[in-house]
């Protein structure tokens, strides 16, 4: 299975709501790695690098967040795979 990576950039109310942590338990579901930061301008930034697939699923949950977060956009990118195991906050 070929790998690929993608950075996420997640604007709205996404800081203070349990946004980092939620990302971090659906990319572990679906077997991805990399992690999730709060940005200084409010947003959440998320690496990840696994199957193309797992990366679009993450894109979709990325849209949805968690329920008291209110997504208003979120951005894709390609980027390099992630060199570290598991997911991340921080």
């Known amino acids: 299975m070929s790998e690929a990576g993608a950075r996420f950039v997640v604007e709205g109310r996404v800081q203070g709501v349990g946004f980092r942590a939620w990302t971090r338990r659906?990319?572990?579901e679906l077997g991805l790695?990399?992690?999730a930061r709060n940005q200084p301008?409010?947003?959440v930034e998320v690496l990840a690098s696994g199957s193309a697939a797992a990366l679009d699923?993450?894109?979709d949950a990325l849209r949805a967040g968690?329920?008291?977060a209110r997504v208003e956009r979120v951005s894709r990118?390609?980027?390099p795979l992630v060199g570290h195991d598991g997911f991340h906050t921080g």
Request: hydrophobic share 35%; proline share 11%; no cysteine.
């Open 26 to 28: 659906r990319a572990l």
């Open 33 to 35: 790695r990399g992690h």
């Open 41 to 43: 301008d409010g947003s």
């Open 57 to 59: 699923a993450l894109h």
């Open 66 to 68: 968690p329920p008291l």
């Open 77 to 79: 990118g390609d980027a």
